[in-house]
C-alpha cells in the first residue's frame, strides 16, 4: 500500500473518486518519483521532467518492444508499440496526435516515438531509418528557436508519416509542414532568440576562418537580426557541435556540396540584409547609408547578383499595370519593411526547399502501403503580446481540441446510443461557437481579414472596425484587454482562456506579399543554386490556388496565408479521421522550465481545459474497442472447439465466457462488440496461442512432404531431360537411316534411266571397265563423306539437345525404350531394309568380277574426269573411289594414363557415333582402311574394317536392331496416323466447343429485338453448330471467338457487318475494295482478330444459299490467307493453307466468277 501511494496510480481510470484534485495529486506523486508518465485509458499523459531520466535507452527499447498495451509502466514507447502492433495485425493506418502547451515537451515526445519506430525495424533498413532521424535535425535547426517558454520551441508544425512495406518495415517517410513563423526572422520578442540555425552557422564561422570568408561571417553581435531582443550571449562550441550535427544530416540525405553552400549563402545573405540602414531624403524617398554599400557588395556576391539589381530591389517598388511597368521610389518605412519581407521570403523558401528535399530523399515510393503518423504542432500560446501567428496557433489548437472531443466524447456517445447499450452520458467542453467566430464563412475572423487584404487600401484599423461591429454580441468575441485599447486589440475566448490580440501588422503578414521582383533577378544569377531556388514552387501553395473560388485572373485569386493555412488544417484533419488515433497529452508542471519543480495550480489549468476529468471518466465508463459481430466471430472463432453460428449473439457470448472475464468488461450491442482493454488483450493473447500452436503443428506434419516434393520435382526434371537426349539421339539414327535408303533408291532408279537412254555405242571394252571402276569408286568416296558429315551433325545435336528437348512432341515413354534389350528379336522383317541389302550385295558381286577384269590388263589408267557416267549392258555397280579414304570412327576415352575406359551404358548410342578428326600425317601414316565387302546375305549391309580403332559389333548390332525396329514401326502405323490426323484436323465442332462465345438466339433474326424485349430473360442459346454455318443476319451479339480486348469485341461485330455488305455485291467496285482492305488490315494490325476474321468467312461460306455470296466468301479467303495466317489452334483445322488458296483459285477461274484480283501490292502494303 505504501509502494502505490509512494508512485500513485499508474492507470486513473482505475481511481476510486474521478475528480481534479485528485488526478493532480496523483501526477504530483509520480512526477515527484521521476514517473512521468500516467494512463487515462488508451491517452497518455506526459509532465515534462525538465531534466534528462534514464528510461529511453536501449534496454527500454527491448523491454517494451512485442509487449501488450497496459502490461508494463506507463511510457511513450508502449503507446508507439500499441501504434505498431495495431499497423501489423489489423493493417490499418495509425497516427499519433500529441497536443499541449508550448514548453510541455510535444518535441521530445515526436522524436522519442521516431528513435523507437526506427529501433525496432532497424535489423533490416536502418539507412533509411537513419535518414528518418536525421531529417528531423534538420527540421529542428530550421524550424525551431527559443521561447521564454520553451528553449527548443517548433515554430512551424510538422506532420510526419512513417511508410511500412508489406513486411511491416520502415520504408520512407512523407513530412507536412504548417505555417512556418516568418516573423521571428526579423524580430524577436524579450528573451526569445531567432531560429537555431542562424546561430549555428556564425559560431562555426567563428571556429572555421576558412569559412567565415567565404560566406563573409562575423561575430554574432555584428548581426542586427541576431540582436533584436535582449538575450544572453551564446555559447560558440556549444553551437557549433550542433553546425556539425547539420552538416552530417545533409550528407545522410545526400545532398549535393553545392546544394548545402548554397543553403548557408542564403543565410549569410539574410543576415546582411538586417544590416542594410536606410536614409531618408525629403520624406519622399530613401537612400543607403555609406556603411551600407559593404552590405549590397556581400549580398551580391552571395546571390549572384548585379549590385545594380539588388539596389533597385531595395529602393523602388514596381508596379505592373495591363503590362506597363511603373517604378515608384520607396519612403523610409517603406524600404525598411521591403527588406524584412525579402529576408523573410528567402528563408521562407529555402525551408520549403529543404522539406521537399527530405521527402524526395525519404519518399516510400510504391511500397508504403500503411504509415503511422506522427503530429508534432505548436501548442496553445499566450503571450504579452500576441500577433497573427498567435491566432493561427490557436486555431489550430481549438481545431485539434474539437477533433478530439467529437473521437472521444461525441462519436462514442453516440455510437453507445445506436446501439443500445448501457452506459453513464458524460457531457465535455464543446469549443464549436468558437470555432465558428473564427472560420465559419461568411462572416467569420478569416473571412474579414481576407476581403480587406483585397481592397486596395485595406488596412488593421478598419479591419478591426469591421470585427467590433460583427461581433461585438458574441459570446466567444472581446473588443480588448479594457477601453483603452479597443482600437489596437480584440479578444477570443478559446478552450484553453482568453486571449488578447495585438491587431497591428495582420493584415500584411496576411498578404504575405512575395517578391517576384527579387526572384525574377534571381533566376539570372551565376550562382546554380539561386536560380534553382528562384524557379521553386510550393507544391502545396499550387494545390490551394486551385482552391480558391475566385475566378481566374482577377486580383483576389491569390489565396492568403490564412486561406492557405484552413485548407491545410482541413487536409490534416481529413487524414486523421482515416487513421486509428493514439492520444498523447503534454503537460507543462512550471513556467520557470525547472526540474523538480511541480505547480500545482499552473497543472489544474492545464487538467481543466485538457478535460482530463471527462477524459477519465468517459474512458472508465465507455468501452474503446468496438467490432462488428461478424468481424468478432471471423476474427476468434478460433477460440471454440464446436462452432454454430445459428445464434450470433449466443455464439459471441460462449466466445467471451472462454475467457472468463467479468461481464462488465464487455457488452453486445446491435450489429458491434464493445470491450475494454482487459477483455480484449486476453481475447488477443488466447488467438495468438492457438494460431502458433496450429502453425506449429502445421510445419511439424508437412514440412518432411514438403521436402520430398521438392526432391521427386527435381528427379522427375532429370528423367525427363536425359529422356529427351536418348529420344533425340534415337530420333536422328532413325532419321540418318532413312536418308541414307531413301539416296540409295534414288541413285538406283537414276542409273537404270540413264542406262535407257545411252545408245549403244561400239567401244573398247577395257577402257570402259576402267573409266566404270573409277566411277564406282568415286561413289563409294562419296558415300563416305556422306556418312561422316552425318555422324558429325549428330554430334553438333546433341549439344544443343536441351533446347530441341523443350520442342519435341510427347511421345509414349513406355514404348520408347523398347528396342533397347540386347537379345531381342525382331517380330517381323523390314522389307524395305532387306531389299536395300540384297541390291547392295548384287552390286557387289558384279564389282568382284569388274575388278578381275581390271586386273589383266597392265596398261590400264585411272580416269581424272569423275562427272561422266559410263554404264555397260547388264546390271550396274559401284565405282571405284578415286579420293583420300575418310578418317575411321572412333571410341576412344583416354584417361591421364591413356587408358581405354569403358563409357557408361546409357551414353553407348552417343559414343558409337563420335569420329575424332586427326591430323593429316596421322591419316597418311598411321590410319589405313580396308574395304572389305561381304557378300554373305546375313550381313545385309556394306560394312567398312577398321584395322587400328574397331566398333564393339554388339553395340552396333543393337544400333541396328533398334532403327530397323522403328522404321519397320513407322511404316506399320503411317496409315493409322494419317486417319487420326484427318480426324482431328477437320473437327471443327469441337474447336466451337472450345473457344467460341455464347450466342443468344436473336428474335426476329435482329439484335435490336433482343434488346428491347421487356420483362423477360432469354435463357435461349444458339448451338454451336448453327455458328459454324450461314447466319442470315448481319448483326452477332458478340465476337464468335473468346477476346480479352473489349475494343477488338466491338471492331469482329463491325467486321461481321462490313463482311455481309460485301457478300452480297450490292456495293460498287471501290466500296468493295475498302471494305477489303479495311477488313484485311485489321487482321495484319490486330493479331487477336485473325482467328475471328477466318471463323467469320467460314461460316458465311458454308451452307449459304446464294453461290455468288459464296464465291465472293472464298475470294476474299484467298486474299486474307496471302495477308496473314491464322492461330496454331485454327491451323489445325486445314491440312495445308497454300494448297487451299490454290485450289480456290483455281476453282473461281473454272467458275468464271472473279470478278476482280486484289493487287499483290495491297497486301504487301499491310505487311509493311
Avoid at 615 to 621: L, M, P, W
Avoid at 873 to 882: A, F, I, Q
Amino acid at each position: 500500500m505504501e509502494n502505490v501511494l509512494r508512485i500513485g496510480i499508474s492507470d486513473m481510470t482505475e481511481m476510486s473518486e474521478i475528480n481534479e484534485l485528485g488526478i493532480n495529486e496523483n501526477l504530483n506523486l509520480r512526477y515527484c518519483s521521476d514517473i512521468i508518465y500516467t494512463y487515462t485509458g488508451s491517452i497518455l499523459i506526459a509532465v515534462n521532467p525538465y531534466k534528462p531520466i534514464n528510461i529511453f535507452n536501449k534496454e527500454y527499447v527491448k523491454k517494451y518492444h512485442g509487449c501488450n498495451f497496459g502490461v508494463l509502466e506507463p511510457h511513450v514507447f508502449a503507446l508507439a508499440e500499441a501504434a505498431y502492433k495495431s499497423i501489423v495485425d489489423d493493417q490499418v493506418n495509425q497516427s499519433c496526435v500529441i497536443s499541449g502547451e508550448s514548453g510541455a515537451g510535444k518535441t521530445e515526445t515526436t522524436k522519442l516515438i521516431l528513435q523507437y519506430l526506427c529501433s525496432i525495424t532497424s535489423n533490416v533498413s536502418s539507412w533509411v531509418q537513419q535518414q528518418i532521424l536525421e531529417a528531423n535535425t534538420i527540421l529542428e535547426a530550421f524550424g525551431n528557436a527559443k521561447t521564454i517558454r520553451n528553449d527548443n520551441s517548433s515554430r512551424f508544425g510538422k506532420f510526419m508519416q512513417v511508410c511500412f512495406d508489406e513486411i511491416n518495415c520502415i520504408k520512407g517517410c512523407i513530412i507536412q509542414d504548417y505555417l512556418l513563423e516568418k516573423s521571428r526572422i526579423t524580430f524577436q520578442s524579450d528573451g526569445e532568440r531567432n531560429y537555431h540555425v542562424m546561430y549555428q552557422l556564425v559560431a562555426h564561422g567563428q571556429t572555421n576562418q576558412q569559412m567565415a570568408e567565404d560566406l563573409h561571417l562575423r561575430a554574432p553581435e555584428y548581426f542586427k537580426y541576431l540582436n533584436t531582443s535582449n538575450t544572453e550571449k551564446i555559447d560558440i562550441n556549444f553551437e557549433s557541435a550542433k553546425f556539425d550535427a547539420l552538416t552530417m544530416a545533409f550528407t545522410v540525405l545526400q545532398l549535393q556540396q553545392y546544394s548545402i553552400d548554397g543553403v548557408f549563402k542564403i543565410l549569410s545573405s539574410i543576415l546582411w540584409l538586417g544590416n542594410i540602414a536606410f536614409e531618408d531624403i525629403d520624406g519622399e524617398g530613401c537612400d543607403f547609408s555609406p556603411a551600407d554599400h559593404e552590405a549590397i557588395v556581400i549580398i551580391s556576391k552571395l546571390l549572384g547578383l548585379k549590385c545594380s539589381d539588388l539596389q533597385k530591389v531595395l529602393l523602388v517598388r514596381q508596379i505592373n499595370v495591363r503590362g506597363n511597368i511603373t517604378e515608384i521610389p520607396l519612403k523610409l518605412q517603406e524600404a525598411i519593411e521591403n527588406r524584412h519581407a525579402m529576408a523573410k521570403a528567402l528563408y521562407s523558401k529555402t525551408f520549403t526547399w529543404l522539406v521537399t528535399k527530405i521527402n524526395i530523399c525519404t519518399n516510400p515510393g510504391q511500397d508504403g502501403s500503411n504509415f503511422l503518423g506522427v503530429l508534432d504542432i505548436f501548442g496553445f500560446e499566450n503571450f504579452t503580446k500576441n500577433s497573427f501567428e498567435q491566432l493561427c496557433i490557436n486555431y489550430t489548437n481549438e481545431k485539434l481540441h474539437k477533433f478530439f472531443n467529437h473521437y472521444v466524447f461525441a462519436l462514442e456517445q453516440s455510437i453507445y446510443m445506436e446501439e443500445e447499450i448501457l452506459f453513464t452520458h458524460v457531457e465535455f467542453t464543446d469549443n464549436s461557437q468558437c470555432l465558428e467566430i473564427i472560420e465559419k464563412p461568411p462572416r467569420c475572423v478569416f473571412k474579414i481579414l481576407t476581403e480587406q487584404c483585397h481592397m486596395p487600401k485595406g488596412s488593421d484599423s478598419a479591419y478591426l472596425n469591421n470585427m467590433h461591429s460583427e461581433f461585438e454580441f458574441h459570446p466567444n468575441y472581446i473588443k480588448g484587454s479594457d477601453r483603452r485599447h479597443w482600437e489596437s486589440e480584440f479578444g477570443i475566448k478559446h478552450y484553453a482562456g482568453c486571449v488578447i490580440y495585438t491587431v497591428d501588422g495582420f493584415v500584411e503578414k496576411n498578404r504575405d506579399v512575395q517578391q517576384d521582383v527579387l526572384f525574377d533577378y534571381m533566376s539570372r544569377s551565376e550562382d546554380a543554386f539561386v536560380k534553382d531556388l528562384s524557379q521553386y514552387q510550393d507544391q502545396q501553395f499550387i494545390k490551394s490556388q486551385y482552391c480558391s473560388t475566385y475566378s481566374r485572373g482577377s486580383s483576389k485569386t491569390k489565396l492568403t496565408v490564412s486561406d492557405q493555412f484552413r485548407h491545410q488544417l482541413q487536409s490534416l484533419i481529413d487524414v486523421l479521421q482515416n487513421t486509428n488515433p493514439w492520444y498523447v497529452r503534454c503537460i507543462k508542471p512550471n513556467l520557470e522550465k525547472r526540474p523538480n519543480c511541480y505547480n500545482a495550480l499552473l497543472v489544474l489549468d492545464q487538467l481543466k481545459y485538457l478535460g482530463i476529468v471527462d477524459i477519465v471518466r468517459i474512458r472508465r465508463e465507455g468501452f474503446p474497442i468496438h467490432l462488428n459481430h461478424e468481424e468478432f466471430i471471423i476474427k476468434y472463432k478460433c477460440l471454440m472447439i464446436r462452432k454454430s453460428f445459428a445464434n450470433t449473439h449466443n455464439y459471441i457470448s460462449d466466445i467471451l465466457e472462454i475467457i472468463k472475464v467479468s461481464s462488465s468488461e464487455w457488452q453486445i450491442g446491435k450489429s458491434k462488440v464493445f470491450l475494454r482493454n482487459v477483455a480484449y488483450q486476453l481475447l488477443e493473447d488466447r488467438r495468438k496461442q492457438i494460431i502458433y500452436r496450429n502453425a506449429v503443428t502445421i510445419q511439424k506434419h508437412w514440412k518432411k512432404g514438403w521436402k520430398l516434393r521438392i526432391r521427386f520435382l527435381r528427379m522427375r526434371r532429370s528423367a525427363i531431360i536425359i529422356q529427351s537426349r536418348l529420344r533425340g539421339v534415337f530420333a536422328r539414327e532413325v532419321a540418318a537411316a532413312l536418308r541414307e535408303l531413301r539416296r540409295v533408291d534414288e541413285e538406283i532408279k537414276k542409273r537404270e534411266k540413264t542406262m535407257l537412254q545411252i545408245p549403244n555405242t561400239d567401244c573398247n571394252a577395257l577402257d570402259v571397265c576402267e573409266k566404270l571402276v573409277q566411277e564406282e569408286l568415286d561413289a563409294l568416296s562419296h558415300f563416305a563423306e556422306n556418312i561422316k558429315q552425318s555422324v558429325m551433325d549428330s554430334e553438333l545435336t546433341v549439344k544443343n539437345s536441351l533446347e530441341l528437348s523443350t520442342q519435341q512432341d510427347s511421345v509414349d515413354l513406355d514404348n520408347i525404350f523398347a528396342f533397347l534389350g540386347e537379345g531381342s528379336e525382331m517380330t517381323c522383317a523390314n522389307i524395305l531394309i532387306e531389299e536395300i541389302n540384297d541390291k547392295m550385295d548384287h552390286l557387289v558381286q558384279d564389282l568382284d568380277q569388274e575388278l578381275e577384269l581390271c586386273s589383266q590388263d597392265d596398261s590400264t589408267t585411272i580416269l581424272k574426269e569423275s562427272d561422266r557416267c559410263l554404264l555397260t549392258k547388264g546390271v550396274p555397280s559401284l565405282p571405284e573411289p578415286t579420293t583420300r579414304p575418310p578418317p575411321p570412327p572412333t571410341m576412344i576415352h583416354e584417361t591421364k594414363e591413356n587408358k581405354v575406359v569403358k563409357p557408361e551404358p546409357i551414353y553407348e548410342a552417343i559414343n558409337a557415333e563420335k569420329i575424332t578428326n586427326l591430323k593429316n600425317n596421322e591419316i597418311e601414316n598411321d590410319t589405313i582402311i580396308e574395304l572389305t565387302y561381304l557378300g554373305e546375305k546375313k550381313k545385309k549391309s556394306l560394312t567398312p574394317t577398321l584395322s587400328k580403332h574397331e566398333v564393339d559389333p554388339e553395340k552396333e548390332q543393337r544400333r541396328k536392331n533398334r532403327v530397323e525396329k522403328k522404321i519397320q514401326e513407322i511404316n506399320i502405323n503411317d496409315e493409322s496416323q494419317k486417319n487420326i490426323y484427318i480426324e482431328e484436323v477437320y473437327n471443327i465442332i469441337e474447336y466451337a466447343e472450345n473457344y467460341f462465345n455464347t450466342h443468344e438466339i436473336l428474335i426476329d433474326g435482329t439484335l435490336m429485338a433482343t434488346l428491347t424485349r421487356k420483362g423477360k430473360k432469354s435463357n435461349d442459346v444458339m448451338p454451336k453448330f448453327d455458328m459454324i454455318t450461314f447466319f442470315k443476319s448481319d448483326k452477332i451479339p458478340t465476337s464468335h471467338i473468346h477476346m480479352y480486348d473489349p475494343e477488338n469485341i466491338s471492331l469482329a461485330c463491325n467486321i461481321f457487318r462490313e463482311l455481309w455488305k460485301y457478300m452480297k455485291g450490292d456495293l460498287g467496285a471501290e466500296r468493295e475494295l475498302q471494305i477489303i482492305q479495311y477488313i484485311i488490315g485489321l487482321g495484319i494490325e490486330r493479331e487477336e482478330l485473325r482467328d475471328e476474321i477466318f471463323i467469320q468467312c467460314i461460316r458465311q461460306a458454308t451452307n449459304n444459299p446464294s453461290a455468288d455470296w459464296t464465291d465472293r466468301i472464298w475470294l476474299l479467303m484467298c486474299l486474307i490467307i496471302v495477308a496473314f495466317q491464322p492461330s496454331k489452334q485454327l491451323f489445325r483445322l486445314c491440312e495445308d493453307l497454300e494448297q487451299l488458296s490454290v485450289v480456290s483459285f483455281s476453282w473461281m477461274q473454272e467458275q468464271k466468277q472473279l470478278t476482280f484480283i486484289l493487287p499483290t501490292q495491297l497486301v504487301m502494303q499491310y505487311k509493311s
